[in-house]
């Protein structure tokens, strides 16, 4: 069913674990990694492909001549490849920009050319700014909620779906998803590629090198255990912001799903995250990270709110839950403790890292 799987971005968290779980399922299938191994911590993957003989390649989607379709002869490939950090677009545009754009053109071109069906990994990012923080939002406790009625459609107590309105900026990361997005419909029209989108939330669990920026949850969880500070950043500086969570073995078993149900879902655009039932505030973060660690770490709160970013940000994923039956599995509680135990089985690896 799986023969020749290309996985780009295949060394990164996602990527890594997607292969790793994917040769554990369909042993017999030929799975390649190709990446540029930017990210610190991304090289510590190698020894675990080669260990699950994983075919591992050093190269950049940037460059057109590294995604050779004489090489990488698949059948389907799974674009895990992306700067993934809002940040990085106001400090560093041209390489958010040749990654992210430059670069799913030529992973276009190479779906093409091998007539290879394409599973792409977008961001919920791609939804506007601006109308996010207008939203009506009330102050709990320990988190903001949404009131139940918004200004805009597509929005529901349950979170943003994909009906929610694309009008207004949004991030260059997030720009440059949407335009990839757009350029794989061109490509269904034009030349039958088939594809699928997943424009996925905050995906988090072992083996994140989480930062501020991307990997929060693993960043927060990773600061409990090192005993370093961390910052509430806007919005009162209290931690009421709210993200929802999918621990990435999660996705791996959505992703299992939509490989072996292509056809089914060919030309999907779609939602996924943890949703409102797996969604915490960093106040609420805080708390289980100090319950499972033990330690109290000092926590300073900011009222200057960082550039790009939004107070709250539910993914209401219930169309592809309706549509194939999946669900995340994985309560917030529990991807928790794992990054914990995973943080603690590898301490000396990851200090220097984390």
């Known amino acids: 069913m799986m023969e020749n799987i290309l996985i780009l971005g295949g060394a990164g968290f996602i990527g890594s674990s997607l292969a790793l779980n994917l040769k554990q399922q369909y042993s017999d299938a030929h799975i390649i990694c190709l990446d540029n191994l930017r990210r610190r911590g991304s090289e510590l993957n190698l020894p675990r492909f080669k260990a699950a003989n994983i075919e591992f390649i050093h190269g950049d989607i940037r460059s057109e001549s590294d995604l050779d379709p004489a090489i990488l002869s698949v059948d389907t490939i799974i674009d895990c490849s992306a700067e993934p950090s809002v940040l990085a677009g106001f400090s560093s545009p041209q390489y958010v920009l040749q990654t992210n754009l430059v670069g799913t053109i030529n992973i276009l071109e190479l779906a093409r050319k091998l007539s290879a069906r394409l599973l792409f990994l977008s961001t919920s990012r791609v939804y506007p700014i601006e109308p996010i923080k207008q939203l009506k939002l009330m102050e709990a406790e320990t988190r903001f909620q949404l009131a139940s009625e918004q200004p805009y459609p597509g929005i529901s107590p349950q979170g ?57 949850f693993t960043f927060w969880m ?133």
């Not at 289980?288 to 000092?298: F, K, L």
Request: glycine fraction near 10%; aromatic fraction near 8%.
């Open 160 to 216: 943003i779906s994909e009906d929610f309105p694309l009008t207004g900026a949004r991030s260059l990361y997030g720009a440059t998803k949407l335009a990839s997005e757009l350029l794989i419909e061109e490509y269904r029209h034009a030349y039958g590629l088939k594809a699928i989108i997943n424009r996925c939330g905050v995906i988090t669990g072992p083996w994140q090198m989480g930062k501020v920026d991307q990997g929060v």
């Open 222 to 354: 990773a600061a409990h255990y090192f005993k370093k500070s961390l910052r509430y950043i806007g919005y009162g500086g209290t931690g009421k912001q709210v993200r929802d969570l999918l621990h990435v073995n999660d996705l791996f078993n959505l992703v299992q799903y939509q490989l072996e149900h292509f056809d089914q879902l060919d030309g999907d655009v779609l939602n996924v995250g943890g949703g409102l039932a797996v969604s915490l505030s960093l106040l609420e973060t805080t708390q289980i990270c100090a319950d499972i660690t033990g330690h109290q770490i000092p926590i300073e709160g900011v009222l200057a709110e960082r550039e790009g970013d939004v107070p709250l940000f539910i993914t209401d994923a219930r169309k592809i839950q309706e549509k194939t039956g999946w669900k995340p599995a994985y309560s917030a509680q529990q991807t928790l403790l794992e990054i914990y135990q995973w943080i603690q089985q590898h301490e000396s690896l990851l200090a220097g890292i984390l």
